[in-house]
């Protein structure tokens, strides 16, 4: 067998080519660190691979989408912890009003406390985070949900938001909603004495109805009314009546813009001009909102007067001065009920105590006759929803008292309107049973927004170590082992070296070498 | 004359050409392809004297090449296949480096579009994510393209090289035949000369030059000549004459070359019957490899803007309008053959209606016999066998295939033999665009949301709400749902005006109206509750439609919804790289089976230094001999003319 000179030196070439090949290779290799530089180096592995890193990709996006929704609701759980010590402060003054101690005044102290409550507790609501958005607006985050509306003598507070719920991946296969519904908070409060109002869609006026809501929960009765008005029976007046469910009347009166209309323990006005037929329905809802629950507390508390307090006040006096305690005589009624005055008293208290006691004998506790040192004063005490002054007339007696006319002993007393003690005392116990309501919504709230916290932490670990299994199986794949690459790099070196020196062996040699 | 002088003479002229041949040997023992030549020295006949023989010195009979045939034949097999996979590998590793990068492949940039868009999911209003939203897209299908350039770049070399190697093959046919020629008129003095050696060895170095180029086959003729044929059995070399290839646009494609022969008779496309070689391999890249991976990426970028705009369209925008394309891309060419007789006024359209179908095919669509039918130009990964759908032409005529729908219009007139080619994923990559350049346009939020009024009785629940059709008129309508009494029906009234009345209430039922679907739940409704589903104006806070693009990184929708983008994009890396794999295995084991075969051929032919040294040294010494018989021939003369003096 023969080989010519040519093909010696093309193998020994050709067999360095081979090795610096494999070389650059494993140079490749060990320098980037990874196996596997294009995908003809292994076609299964770098489909593989690409998959795997968007398995990672996803779960790190997963992690970001954890940290921004930890960061919605955060604020929002620190916004609730505020409404419910809010809550709780307003829980802590109505108690407090209903203290029989407590005097007219003192409770209007005390509304006024509510008053400032009230507002903290919208602004509350309102709360923006740091992106500018509301925290309880659903999906309308730009726009302020709950804004308050003066109508008639009654503020009150709407929602402009929407039950809308943003969710946000936070695992491949599940979801979690970043929002609490501010109008299941704050507007959707289950209350047994909830009202709605509507207007009628055929009504032509402009008659506006007010909120209505329930002022007096002992004659509360919970039905559908209807308040008609009539512009056309007594005109220039408008009337108003109010029938229940059953077209039974319950209330009637003359309109006028903006004054209460009372019926049935609840409480409502009309503004403006309404035309004739126009009709209004307040009905029985599910819900009471928050804000309405806490400023009909407020207005209960300012209404509201004490066992001691009296209305109603008719004073007579001035003909007093000439009336002989002793020897003059008179009767007159009062309300009706006959006062007789003899003629046996010493001074002007003995007149005082006798006036009393025979109104009392004749209707216990409502009235209440006091005296200042001048003048003697008949009140009416504050039973129902008005009391007007007494009505004293049939004037009998001593001309000596220089009362010649009924006018002098008639007087125009002031009408107070208000709560009788233990009205009071039950509007209390609904207010604390709706604030309690409200608390545990609150609460509930709350404690989902914790779930949702601790359900994140534990989602953040699990995608934690998915990052890292997949990332170590990634390695598996794609990594040079550093260690088998090198003692494979010092071998083929070797293989290089040795090839090299025997080509440069073989090479040297010819017999043209030996020739002369 | 057999005496002792002419036969010395004899021996150093023969020695002097044998040492002229070895030392020819010695100067070319690196030329490419000689074969050494053995001088062959012969007893010269000898001469009949008194009754005996005596012989009359020695003569070159020949000088012979050494060569062997059937190894040039395998040589020349060998090179063809090895040249093939060579240029296979060396072109398809480019695309093969192309999708390793990891800065420059699309999975990095697909991953970080789908972040921003989670980012714009987590905060809707965020004027920054939006933007950042705007900007990675705009990354995306900047990327898209420029892959797109390079793989058309890629494309014009391919198409270049083709030419380039088509010149070469047409002047190499050309040498041979002026070797031919040379032989043919050596030749005809009847004697080999070491001229016509060297002109052998020539134009066997041509010869396996051309196979470098591509395949083909040599048929020895009669007084040296050779026939060379290329493809299925076309002549390129005859005798003395060379035909020619030429490159020329593709009437069904003119981006494309074809290989035509100009043969006497006529033109013949011979582009599929061109194998091995250099342009064996080019044509081989170029419809197993390239156009696949432009098809492959062109549809990942299809079903990337066409499924993600049908989600936008699907959402309602900052502007409170409902969304637009977010991307944008061109339908499919349908490209006229450039021999086509009959009339298409309006033209044929192409469109992709439905992305899961959707393969990497080409198709033909030809005219015969009346009936229109289709055929996939099926690449390696094509599942779909041929496709013939025999359809008449009646009005506009619609074909509809693998996810696109063909319509040829009522106006068109076709005639037999027409035929159109439709390239549905090719300019995907290029032409996908960004729609939308305002961020506010981006629609994150859902059009529709729901509300169950706040004083409702029972405890009745509506559900987010869904849009199932974008397209309908009346989405955006506010509707109303009525519990009547008893709170077993509802009834629908859209904008006021009542649409339906005692629809039947169920816990956990669908409710669908208007391109809208929701969900309502609850034990116990009660009479004049109120459901309500109105357009979502001022949703900034919103983000419902875009969770569900995000979802669509996830969703499947390739290959009839198995694959989703990144793994579609997948299947294209790793069907290169184990093409490319597979190819740089068999070029290893061809090259090993060349170097064998070269072996070979120089254990025949080539010029070992020491055996021409050895040679030189034994027709040195022989010649030396040689003259020392002239000598003593001399000798003897002086002996017999001093005897005669």
Do not use: C
Request: charged content about 15%; overall charge negative; proline content about 3%.
């Amino acid at each position: 067998m023969r080989i010519s000179t040519a093909q010696i030196y093309t193998q020994g070439v050709k067999s360095f080519g081979v090795q610096q090949t494999k070389l650059a290779v494993l140079q490749e290799q060990i320098s980037t660190g990874v196996r596997i530089n294009k995908p003809s180096d292994d076609a299964a592995a770098s489909a593989r691979i690409l998959e795997l890193e968007q398995t990672v990709s996803l779960n790190e996006q997963y992690q970001t989408n954890i940290n921004l929704t930890e960061n919605r609701l955060n604020p929002q759980e620190t916004s609730l912890t505020s409404v419910e010590n809010v809550i709780q402060r307003i829980r802590e003054l109505t108690l407090q009003a209903n203290n029989a101690t407590q005097s007219l005044e003192s409770r209007k102290a005390i509304a006024f406390e509510v008053d400032e409550l009230q507002k903290e507790l919208i602004s509350l609501s309102n709360t923006i985070d740091a992106n500018g958005d509301y925290l309880f607006a659903g999906h309308q985050s730009k726009i302020k949900p709950f804004s308050t509306n003066i109508t008639g003598s009654i503020s009150h507070v709407e929602f402009n938001g929407d039950q809308g719920q943003r969710l946000v991946n936070i695992s491949q296969s599940r979801q979690i909603n970043t929002d609490t519904s501010g109008s299941a908070i704050f507007m959707q409060i289950p209350a047994a004495m909830a009202l709605n109002e509507s207007a009628d869609s055929a009504n032509s006026g402009t008659g506006v109805l007010a909120p209505a809501h329930v002022y007096d929960s002992e004659n509360y009765v919970a039905d559908s009314y209807q308040i008609t008005f009539d512009t056309v029976s007594s005109a220039p007046e408008t009337l108003y009546s109010v029938q229940d469910s059953a077209g039974v009347t319950v209330a009637s009166g003359n309109y006028s813009d903006s004054q209460d209309i009372e019926f049935m323990g609840i409480r409502t006005s009309v503004t403006g001009v309404p035309a004739n037929g126009d009709s209004f329905t307040v009905s029985q809802g599910q819900y009471r909102d928050m804000f309405s629950i806490v400023s009909g507390l407020a207005e209960s508390l300012r209404s509201s007067a004490s066992s001691a307090e009296t209305a109603g006040t008719y004073t007579f006096g001035s003909a007093l001065t000439v009336f002989d305690y002793s020897t003059d005589s008179a009767s007159f009624d009062v309300d009706g009920l006959n006062v007789n005055l003899n003629s046996n008293y010493t001074d002007l208290d003995g007149v005082t105590t006798s006036i009393q006691a025979q109104l009392d004998s004749l209707a216990v506790g409502e009235y209440s006759v006091t005296n200042d040192g001048s003048t003697v004063s008949i009140a009416k005490v504050v039973t129902s929803a008005s009391s007007t002054a007494p009505v004293v007339n049939n004037f009998n007696g001593d001309t000596d008292l220089n009362a010649t006319t009924i006018a002098d002993f008639t007087a125009a007393g002031t009408t107070v309107s208000g709560k009788d003690s233990s009205s009071i005392h039950s509007d209390i116990a609904q207010v604390l049973l709706d604030l309690d309501t409200a608390f545990g919504q609150v609460l509930e709230a709350r404690t989902s927004i914790g779930g949702r916290l601790n359900a994140l932490q534990s989602q953040f670990d699990d995608n934690e170590s998915t990052i890292l299994v997949t990332q170590k199986t990634l390695s598996v794949i794609r990594d040079t082992d550093l260690a088998e690459a090198i003692s494979q790099l010092t071998l083929e070196q070797t293989t290089l070296d040795a090839a090299q020196a025997v080509f440069a062996r073989i090479t040297s040699s010819s017999l043209f070498n030996f020739l002369r | 004359m057999g005496d002792l002088l002419s036969n010395a003479v004899s021996g150093l002229l023969s020695f002097q050409r044998a040492i002229n041949t070895t030392s020819h040997n010695v100067v070319n023992v690196n030329t490419e392809g000689y074969s050494r030549q053995r001088v062959e020295l012969d007893a010269k006949p000898p001469t009949m004297i008194g009754g005996t023989f005596i012989g009359s010195g020695v003569d070159i009979t020949t000088i012979v090449r050494s060569h062997d045939q059937f190894i040039t034949n395998s040589v020349r097999e060998s090179t063809s296949a090895f040249t093939r996979l060579e240029k296979f590998t060396d072109l398809a590793g480019q695309i093969d480096n192309m999708l390793a990068d990891p800065q420059g492949g699309i999975s990095p940039i697909l991953q970080e579009f789908f972040s921003s868009v989670q980012d714009v999911t987590d905060d809707p209003g965020s004027g920054t994510a939006r933007n950042q939203l705007l900007s990675t897209s705009e990354a995306l299908v900047n990327r898209f393209s420029s892959f797109d350039t390079r793989l058309e770049q890629l494309g014009y070399n391919t198409e270049t090289d083709i030419k380039t190697s088509i010149n070469e093959i047409n002047q190499l046919a050309s040498s041979i035949a002026d070797i031919n020629l040379a032989l043919g008129e050596t030749n005809s003095n009847g004697v080999l000369s070491e001229q016509s050696s060297d002109l052998l060895d020539q134009r066997d170095s041509l010869l396996v030059e051309l196979s470098t180029k591509v395949n083909i086959q040599v048929v020895n003729e009669p007084q040296n000549n050779i026939t060379v044929l290329i493809g299925s059995g076309q002549t390129m070399v005859s005798g003395a004459t060379a035909f020619n290839l030429e490159a020329r646009p593709d009437p069904a494609d003119p981006s494309q070359n074809i290989i035509v022969y100009e043969g006497i008779v006529a033109d013949i496309d011979i582009s599929a019957q061109l194998k091995g070689g250099e342009l064996g391999g080019l044509l081989d890249y170029r419809s197993s490899v390239l156009q696949p991976t432009i098809n492959s990426l062109g549809r990942v970028a299809i079903g990337l803007a066409d499924t993600f705009n049908d989600q936008h369209k699907a959402g309602m925008d900052l502007n409170n309008t409902l969304g637009g394309d977010f991307f944008s891309f061109e339908q499919p060419r349908t490209i006229p053959h450039s021999a086509n007789t009959g009339s298409y006024p309006a033209g044929i359209t192409t469109t992709i209606t439905d992305v899961s179908q959707l393969t990497i095919d080409d198709y033909n669509l030809s005219f015969t016999g009346g009936n229109w039918q289709l055929v996939s130009t099926a690449g390696n990964m094509s599942s779909a066998a041929n496709l013939t759908a025999d359809v008449p032409n009646v009005g506009d005529t619609t074909l509809s295939f693998e996810g696109l729908t063909v319509v040829i219009d009522a106006a068109s007139v076709p005639q037999n033999g027409d035929k159109f080619s439709i390239k549905p994923t090719e300019q995907g990559s290029r032409t996908i665009n960004l729609a939308i350049s305002d961020p506010s346009a981006i629609a994150a939020a859902a059009p529709i949301r729901t509300a169950s009024s706040l004083q409702n009785l029972g405890d009745i629940d509506i559900s987010q709400g869904s849009v199932v059709d974008a397209s309908d008129p009346n989405l955006l309508q506010p509707a109303t749902l009525t519990f009547n009494n008893p709170p077993s029906t509802f009834d629908v009234a859209v904008a006021g005006v009542t649409v339906a009345t005692g629809v039947a209430y169920s816990n956990n039922m669908d409710f669908s109206l208007n391109g809208w679907k929701v969900n309502l739940t609850g034990i116990n409704p009660q009479q004049g509750d109120t459901l309500t589903v109105e357009a979502n104006l001022g949703g900034t806070g919103d983000n419902r439609n875009m969770l569900e693009l995000s979802r669509l990184q996830t969703t499947g929708f390739f290959d009839n919804g198995v694959n989703n983008y990144q793994e579609a994009y997948s299947v294209l890396v790793g069907r290169v790289g184990s093409m490319v794999h597979s190819a740089e295995v068999d070029k290893e084991a061809q090259s090993a089976l060349l170097s064998q075969v070269v072996d070979r051929q120089s254990q025949v032919s080539g010029v070992n230094l020491d055996e021409e040294a050895a040679d030189l040294i034994k027709y040195q010494q022989a010649y030396e001999a040689a003259a020392k018989v002239i000598a003593t021939a001399q000798t003897l003369f002086e002996t017999l003319i001093s005897a005669t003096r």
